[in-house]
Each structure stands twice: as structure tokens, then as C-alpha cells.
């Protein structure tokens, strides 16, 4: 299908074809910018440190195209073909990778009068590559890090063309966080449902609030590898997935291909269209408003055409509708006056789309089940009638002292600067990246007595590591220190500068608290970790390949003895809660800490999740400001950070509120303590008092 041939998209395209202040994020292969489709876009690619160059000789481009053209034969027998033809399997993982790229990405940024034309072709757009190889593709860490990216460099659609086969629906932790926070930002995430033939689910579409795609045939009818159920039915919406044109590598001549990442980049494109409609109003880009336009204007499948209806999600995509349900006005052509040259009229089209949004909106449920037919004339290429495209903002805003360049436009726009600061929270781990590395520290560690026997030492054993090094402290620099979450290395520690000797024997110290009994008030739960990136990686023992982050002073290092800060919280909260329950505060003090170190886990890149962390580590520094409602055993319930509408100058503040309630009688009002955060320095820094007070519950 091509793309004129949806019903509202030359009226849309009209209105606007994309504005330069609206970015869209493409995480995906790697994309040959060399088409002809893509001279003159707003293009880029940036190298992540995760992504390896392979080598892939020319004649593999050849082959590759070839063999997956064969219109005779299925995927399987192509994918035979493919592995006899080239036996290297990165090789192979990396081709599908940059032809599947390549082909997205001229949906939504192919050029005017290019062999493909795209649908937000003005638009800015950052391809970040997320693979390596065949087994990473998904990798939680890797892909996580890629969100984080697109945060930083302030893209206002994340489109992930990643999809991850789950039974269960559930995805790891840190990348379902990565997702929730670019919602939170006001990004708007869409991912295409799979091809997988049933019901069944993919990682990242199937998590909350993320825009699914499924396909629909050229005759209109729901394509039968294009997945559904679950979450799909309810923030799933179908679009045209069945000979979509789109670009090749090494080539300027398009292909025809089908499959949801098909149908993905063509809502991408539109949603990107109405955030241009958005701006072009004079309002910020509202995420969530255009995905719930999109997803309630969607055209349900009519039970006596379709077999399984089911397979239609919330319905069809549907242009008009999702218009006039974001802007409450009917979608309009802009068409050229037949007896005026200086003149133009507007042409009002789709009715029954319109009728569709109102009954929408009055309803709030979906009950027209025919689609939408636009006359074919009416759908008219107007892009000499009218100037749609808003001046662009300045495009480019460097941070001092950061590597990066981030991509910002009006204010409200950006949601986070990029910076190469980062504020982690974690536990300490360390790692010898080699054999050999290894055996030395196992050669030059002393044996070690158990139950009388005398054994060789083991390196791995974190006691016997922290006792080697106290007495060995120069050795700290012959390891890699890492920052884990849980047993996942995020980081690797590498001290630098003046003061590196200190920092070095505070990782000694942390890393001896670690292995203490939980019990003793010695004992270290979780540290905090201040540093810059080094622009640099490092490949563990395991194959891992980690960032590194450089501390250069010991400031800001900390190791957060949970029981120690209990106790010493509890001799605050004593003299303003004589009647308090010593046992009710400890618990909900350990609560509180725990909320924060497994609920609230993050890498610590961007800006809101420095203030975040540092709220967490700074939080009993100003405990007797809890001190009212902690005594009377209320307990952590929600923590939020939004950037502060009021900050000094050459600063980066944020508000964090921390909401408790009463766990024993939920119709107490709940407690909210604010407070502002600098994050603009390596260390964080609390700006005023501490705010209180009580909200509705």
C-alpha cells in the first residue's frame, strides 16, 4: 500500500510535514544515510559505545538483497539460503539489522521526490543503533542504555523496532523503568507487535502505555502474522503492514516489504505530524494526548466482516479521527483555488471520520464499525499551497564541559539535557577482565585456613579480597571496580586525577563494609557513586562490555549503612514522639530506605535520575524533618521529580516530593515534603528548606 492511499494522510501532510523541533529517536540497525531518500533529511546517527564494527564485505550487500527479494520462497528457505550464502552469523544478524533500519527509517524521514517519500519528512531524527549481534539484540542493559540516550538528547518519540518474544508480558526491570521514565518525560514510545502468528506478545510494545502496532492487509483486513492479545487489545492499534516501500542499503532502488515494523513507522510518522500540528498552534508537544487519539479514534473491525476481530487491537488507524480528537476540529485539505492565483480555499473532508471522533468523545467508547473512505479527490498533494512548516527553534545547545549535544528546542520541549555526569546508586563489585589477571591475584593472595585445613585463595571471594587489599592497597588499581545493580555491572570504576590514590581506598572501605554481617551497624547496603564518563569501555571477564565512569574525588562517595542510619534517625525521632512505637519507626525507617534502593532503580544519567538518587541518599541528612510522620508509623508512597519551574542561574534544579500515608487508616490525608535539587555539579546539592505539607488522599 502506498502511503497516499490512507485515508486522511495528503490532508494531514497539508497541515504539516513535520517540524525540525520535533525529534524522533529510530532505535533500530544501523541506517546507510548514503540514500538518495535520505539527502537533505535531518538524519543523524551517534555511535554507542555498545555497538562493534563488523566488517561486512560488499558482495554480502548483494547476496543479502538478492536472496531475501526471492519472492518464490518463504522465510525459512531464505533464511537457509542466507546462511549458506554467508556463514557468519554476526555478519548475517548485522545485514537483517541495517536492511531492516534502513527500510523504517525512509517511512518517516524519506525526502521529496526521492525514490521514497516519508511522512515526517522535516522532522529531526537520531538513529541509535541497538545491536551487536544475534544473542543482544534485546539485551535489558544495552537497550536500556539506548532509552536513556534518547532521553538525554531530548527526543519527543521513541521508536523501538525491537521485539522480544514473552510469554509472561514481564520484561527486566531496569528496561521497563527506562520506558516508564521516558513516558514520563513526555515521550511518546511506539514498538510494532510481532509476527508471530498467534497471541502473543513482544518486549518493549506489550509494556504500559506503549503505542503496539499490528499490520492490516492492502485489503484492509487485520494480517494474519500480525500478533494481538493482552495489552495489545487495549493500546494496540492496526495500520497499513502489507507492501509498504520503503528504502534498501547500498541501493537507491526501494523494495515492497510487510510485517509490523512496517506498520510501526507509519504511526510514528503521523504521531510525529500531529506534534507538528501541536507546535505549529503555539502548544508544546503532548505526548500522551496523541497516543490516546490515535488509540480511541482507532476503527474497530466490523464481527460479521472479520473472522477474529480480536485481531484488529483497539481497530484501525485512523488520520481524521485522531485529529479532530486532538483539536476538537474536522481535518481540513488545503486546496488551490481553480480561478485565483493568490487565493485558497478549504475543502472540508471525511465526514464519517468526524461523526466517528464525536461519538468518541461523548461516548468514550468506540461504536462505529465501518471505515473511512476519503474521495480520492479530495486527497490532494498541496505542498506549494501553503507554508506549513513553523520556523525552526536553534537547533543545537552545548552544555559546558559535556561531550554531547543536545538537540532542545522551546522551553518545555527538551525533557533532560544530555551531560556526561552521572550520580549511581548500587553495590560494589569488582572484576579481572582476563585469565591471566585473575591468577595473579590468585598467586599473590595468601592462603587461607577453613576449619583447619589450609586452602588456596579464591579471588572471587569478596572477604578474602577486602583483607588482601587493606593490607595491599596498591592492588585496587589492578582490578575493575564495577557498579552493580543487583549482579548486573551497569559500570566500571576507573579513579583519575590528583586525588585517585583516595578514591581508591574508599572503594577498599565500601567494599569491606559490603561483606560484614547484615546485622552489624558496619554493615553497607547500597553506595552511591559520583563521577563523569571517560568516554571509554571496558570488557569484563564474562564479555560484558560496561561504560566507564571516572570519580576524581572521594566527595559524594558514599556507603549507606542502613542500620547505623536507623538508629541514629530513631535518636532524632525520640524527642519529638514520646509516644511513638520505637519498633513501628524502625520498621517504616527501613521501609523507606528500601522503597528507595529496589523500587526506585536507575543508571543515574540523566539529570532526573541524579536528583533522584541523590533525594534517596540525601533523605536522612534532613531526617528530622520526616521526624512527624515517620513517628506516627506513616510510610513512603510515592517519590516525584519534575524540573523546578524557579532556579539560580547557570543551574539545573529539581523538585523532589516525597508523599506518605498512613498505612493503618487510609482516609488520613496524605503528608508531601519538597525540596530542590542542583544537579549541575558532579555532586548534588540541596537548594533551601525542606517544604511540608498535607494533601487530600
Known amino acids: 500500500m502506498d502511503l497516499s492511499e490512507i485515508p486522511g494522510f495528503c490532508e494531514l501532510q497539508t497541515k504539516t510535514k513535520g517540524d525540525s523541533r520535533i525529534i524522533i529517536a529510530v532505535l533500530d540497525g544501523s541506517v546507510d544515510l548514503e540514500r538518495t531518500c535520505f539527502l537533505g533529511a535531518n538524519l543523524r546517527q551517534i555511535k554507542p559505545y555498545w555497538s562493534e564494527e563488523v566488517p561486512i564485505d560488499p558482495r554480502y550487500l548483494d547476496i543479502f538483497r538478492e536472496i531475501n527479494q526471492l519472492d518464490d520462497f518463504d522465510d525459512g528457505t531464505k533464511e537457509e539460503k542466507l546462511k549458506e550464502a554467508i556463514p557468519d552469523k554476526q555478519v548475517r544478524f548485522r545485514l537483517f539489522c541495517n536492511f531492516h533500519a534502513t527500510h523504517i527509517s525512509s517511512t518517516i524521514f524519506g525526502q521529496p521526490n526521492s525514490p521514497v517519500e516519508g511522512i515526517a519528512q522535516n522532522c529531526r531524527g537520531i538513529n541509535i543503533p541497538i545491536e551487536t549481534d544475534g544473542d543482544n539484540l534485546i539485551n535489558p542493559l544495552y537497550l536500556t542504555h539506548a532509552f536513556n540516550k534518547a532521553i538525554e538528547l531530548g527526543a519527543n518519540i521513541i521508536h523501538c523496532a525491537a521485539c522480544h518474544p514473552t510469554n509472561s508480558g514481564m520484561a527486566h526491570e531496569l528496561l521497563e523503568k527506562a520506558v516508564r521514565q521516558a513516558q514520563d518525560n513526555n515521550i511518546l514510545v511506539v514498538a510494532p507487535g510481532g509476527n508471530n502468528k498467534g497471541e502473543c506478545w513482544c518486549i518493549p510494545a506489550v509494556l504500559e502505555n506503549v503505542l503496539s502496532v499490528g499490520a492490516y492487509k492492502d485489503n484492509g483486513k487485520p494480517a494474519k502474522f500480525s500478533n494481538f492479545g493482552g495489552r495489545y487489545q487495549t493500546q494496540g492499534i492496526l495500520a497499513p503492514g502489507e507492501n509498504i516501500l520503503g528504502a534498501q542499503p547500498g541501493i537507491d532502488e526501494p523494495v515492497r516489504k510487510r510485517g509490523t515494523s512496517c506498520a510501526a513507522p507509519i504511526v510514528t510518522g503521523v504521531a510525529a505530524l500531529l506534534m507538528s500540528w501541536q507546535l505549529k498552534q503555539g502548544c508544546a508537544p503532548d505526548a500522551e494526548a496523541v497516543r490516546a487519539a490515535l488509540i480511541n479514534s482507532a476503527i474497530p473491525c466490523d464481527p460479521e466482516e472479520i473472522e477474529e476481530p480480536e485481531r484488529c487491537l483497539r481497530g484501525k488507524l485512523n488520520i481524521p479521527g485522531a485529529f479532530q480528537l486532538l483539536t476538537g476540529k474536522p481535518l481540513s485539505a488545503f486546496v488551490l483555488s481553480s480561478t485565483s492565483d493568490s487565493e485558497s480555499e478549504h475543502r472540508f473532508i471525511g465526514k464519517e471520520a468526524a461523526e466517528h471522533s464525536m461519538n468518541s468523545l461523548f461516548q468514550q467508547t468506540l461504536t462505529v464499525s465501518q471505515e473511512v473512505h476519503i474521495p480520492a479527490d479530495s486527497q490532494v498533494a498541496a505542498s506549494a499551497a501553503i507554508a506549513t512548516i513553523a520556523p525552526s527553534l536553534p537547533a543545537t545547545a552545548t552544555m559546558p564541559n559535556s561531550p554531547a549535544t543536545a538537540i532542545s528546542g522551546s522551553d518545555g520541549i527538551t525533557a533532560s539535557l544530555p551531560s556526561n555526569l552521572v550520580y549511581a546508586?548500587?553495590?560494589?563489585?569488582?572484576?579481572?577482565?582476563?585469565?591471566?589477571?585473575?591468577?595473579?591475584?590468585?598467586?599473590?593472595?595468601?592462603?587461607?585456613?577453613?576449619?583447619?585445613?589450609?586452602?588456596?585463595?579464591?579471588?572471587?571471594?569478596?572477604?578474602?579480597?577486602?583483607?588482601?587489599?587493606?593490607?595491599?592497597?596498591?592492588?585496587?588499581?589492578?582490578?575493575?571496580?564495577?557498579?552493580?545493580?543487583?549482579?548486573?555491572?551497569?559500570?566500571?570504576?576507573?579513579?583519575?586525577?590528583?586525588?585517585?590514590?583516595?578514591?581508591?581506598?574508599?572503594?577498599?572501605?565500601?567494599?569491606?563494609?559490603?561483606?560484614?554481617?547484615?546485622?552489624?551497624?558496619?554493615?553497607?547496603?547500597?553506595?552511591?557513586?559520583?563521577?563523569?564518563?571517560?568516554?571509554?569501555?571496558?570488557?569484563?571477564?564474562?564479555?560484558?562490555?560496561?561504560?566507564?565512569?571516572?570519580?576524581?574525588?572521594?566527595?559524594?562517595?558514599?556507603?549507606?549503612?542502613?542500620?547505623?542510619?536507623?538508629?541514629?534517625?530513631?535518636?532524632?525521632?525520640?524527642?519529638?514522639?514520646?509516644?511513638?512505637?520505637?519498633?513501628?519507626?524502625?520498621?517504616?525507617?527501613?521501609?523507606?530506605?528500601?522503597?528507595?534502593?529496589?523500587?526506585?532503580?536507575?543508571?543515574?544519567?540523566?539529570?532526573?535520575?541524579?536528583?533522584?538518587?541523590?533525594?534517596?541518599?540525601?533523605?536522612?541528612?534532613?531526617?528530622?524533618?520526616?521526624?512527624?510522620?515517620?513517628?506516627?508509623?506513616?510510610?513512603?508512597?510515592?517519590?516525584?521529580?519534575?524540573?523546578?519551574?524557579?532556579?539560580?542561574?547557570?543551574?539545573?534544579?529539581?523538585?523532589?516530593?516525597?508523599?506518605?500515608?498512613?498505612?493503618?487508616?487510609?482516609?488520613?490525608?496524605?503528608?508531601?515534603?519538597?525540596?530542590?535539587?542542583?544537579?549541575?555539579?558532579a555532586m548534588p546539592v540541596t537548594l533551601g528548606e525542606v517544604r511540608s505539607w498535607s494533601v487530600p488522599k
Not at 474 to 483: R, V, Y
Not at 489 to 513: D, R, S
Not at 637 to 658: A, G, H, Q, T, Y
Open 425 to 681: 546508586l548500587g553495590t560494589l563489585g569488582y572484576d579481572f577482565g582476563s585469565e591471566a589477571r585473575r591468577d595473579t591475584f590468585k598467586q599473590l593472595m595468601p592462603a587461607v585456613s577453613i576449619d583447619g585445613v589450609t586452602v588456596p585463595a579464591n579471588p572471587y571471594d569478596a572477604r578474602q579480597m577486602a583483607d588482601y587489599l587493606e593490607q595491599n592497597p596498591s592492588e585496587a588499581k589492578a582490578l575493575i571496580w564495577t557498579l552493580n545493580l543487583e549482579l548486573t555491572p551497569v559500570y566500571a570504576i576507573e579513579p583519575k586525577g590528583a586525588f585517585g590514590a583516595e578514591v581508591y581506598e574508599t572503594l577498599i572501605q565500601l567494599l569491606a563494609g559490603q561483606v560484614v554481617a547484615e546485622d552489624s551497624e558496619d554493615y553497607i547496603e547500597r553506595v552511591s557513586i559520583p563521577g563523569r564518563f571517560g568516554g571509554r569501555t571496558v570488557e569484563l571477564f564474562s564479555g560484558q562490555v560496561v561504560p566507564v565512569i571516572e570519580p576524581q574525588v572521594t566527595r559524594g562517595m558514599y556507603g549507606w549503612r542502613v542500620n547505623s542510619l536507623v538508629s541514629a534517625a530513631l535518636e532524632t525521632f525520640r524527642d519529638g514522639a514520646d509516644n511513638a512505637s520505637e519498633e513501628a519507626i524502625r520498621r517504616s525507617l527501613a521501609s523507606f530506605l528500601h522503597r528507595i534502593y529496589f523500587d526506585l532503580r536507575n543508571l543515574g544519567q540523566t539529570a532526573h535520575d541524579r536528583a533522584l538518587n541523590f533525594a534517596a541518599t540525601n533523605a536522612f541528612q534532613a531526617a528530622s524533618t520526616f521526624a512527624e510522620a515517620v513517628a506516627r508509623g506513616m510510610e513512603l508512597d510515592s517519590i516525584e521529580v519534575e524540573k523546578s519551574p524557579f532556579c539560580r542561574l547557570n543551574s539545573d534544579c529539581w523538585d523532589v516530593k516525597l508523599k506518605f500515608f498512613d498505612a493503618e487508616n487510609s482516609d488520613r490525608a496524605k503528608k508531601v515534603f519538597r525540596f530542590t535539587i542542583d544537579v549541575r555539579d
